[in-house]
């Protein structure tokens, strides 16, 4: 996720982000120029007072309104996607917290204090790459011990079993009291229903057809805009129509990168941070 400061206006008008669409879609617009240059020129060459072509200006602002409507509720939806994707994780950092703080104030042994500080950082760290489509143990944090540890299948939810065996041993011997059972098996329910959100998020995309449609669209209406600006503006239809392209396409490419906000683009959510935020701060509270 990238950091910066909005109310440095220059500092974006003038830069250029390896996120930034211009760079992403570039071929794409001089294709869109090239073909704006032939269809003007073959306009202006063989049909130039073609009247039909003169009245479809006003065709073409009723089509871009309509096209405007659907990339607005295609950016509304990847967003709602990208933010619902924030709040679970931002739901992970607090159960998390409040799960080691309860299991921080029993009276544990070392050794189940060491346990605690390993497992919950792990889970965090196998949801992040389970969303991602990778093993565990392809994470790259030193501080991650996997050695004696079998993850088979779902990782995520076998580190869960493995926190719940371990909290139920504490209620077993008498280290837990009910009521304490209960609260952090609570908060452990919580971190299933966080990651339940997020697979739920990952596993549905927007419907192909519909994504499908909006590109056919946005296609069709900019290639065949100098048709209708070409009479107006000449050869300047061609800057018209690559601009509008610009506009629309980086709009649905926005929102194709939001839409999935679990993986390693520039504007996905941080969670490699979240997850070293959520390790160190189980280290403190027990004391690690």
């Known amino acids: 996720m990238i950091n910066y400061n909005p109310k440095n206006w220059l500092n974006f008008i003038f830069s250029f982000h390896k996120s930034d669409t211009v760079r992403m879609m570039w071929k794409e617009l001089v294709y869109i120029s090239a073909l704006s240059i032939l269809i003007a020129y073959v306009e202006i060459t063989f049909f130039p007072e073609a009247y039909f072509l003169k009245n479809l200006t006003a065709v073409y602002s009723l089509l871009g309104f309509v096209i405007s409507l659907l990339l607005v509720f295609r950016t509304n939806t990847a967003y709602d996607r990208w933010w619902e994707g924030r709040k679970a994780w931002g739901a992970l950092v607090n159960d998390s ?53 079998e993850l088979s299948g779902h990782q995520p939810l076998r580190i869960v079993q493995m926190l719940r065996a371990e909290v139920e041993q504490l209620y077993q011997k008498g280290t837990v009291q009910h009521m304490q059972w209960f609260a952090i098996n609570n908060d452990l329910d919580a971190l299933i229903d966080s990651l339940g959100i997020c697979e739920r998020i990952k596993n549905t995309p927007i419907p192909f057809s519909y994504s499908l449609f909006i590109k056919k669209f946005i296609f069709i209406y900019v290639i065949t805009m100098p048709l209708a600006f070409v009479p107006l503006f000449g050869y300047l239809s061609v800057f018209i129509s690559t601009f509008v392209f610009y506009a629309l396409v980086s709009m649905e490419l926005l929102a194709e990168e939001i839409e999935d906000p679990f993986g390693i683009d520039e504007n996905d959510l941080p969670t490699d941070q979240l997850c070293l935020t959520i390790q160190d701060n189980v280290q403190q509270i027990f004391g690690a």
Request: net charge neutral; glycine share 0%.
């Open 97 to 149: 917290r409040s799960l080691s703080s309860k299991l921080s104030a029993l009276h544990l042994t070392a050794e189940e204090k060491i346990s605690f500080t390993r497992l919950i950082p792990l889970f965090v760290y196998a949801t992040k790459q389970h969303l991602r489509n990778q093993d565990l143990k392809e994470e790259a944090s030193a501080q991650l011990d996997l050695n004696d540890m």
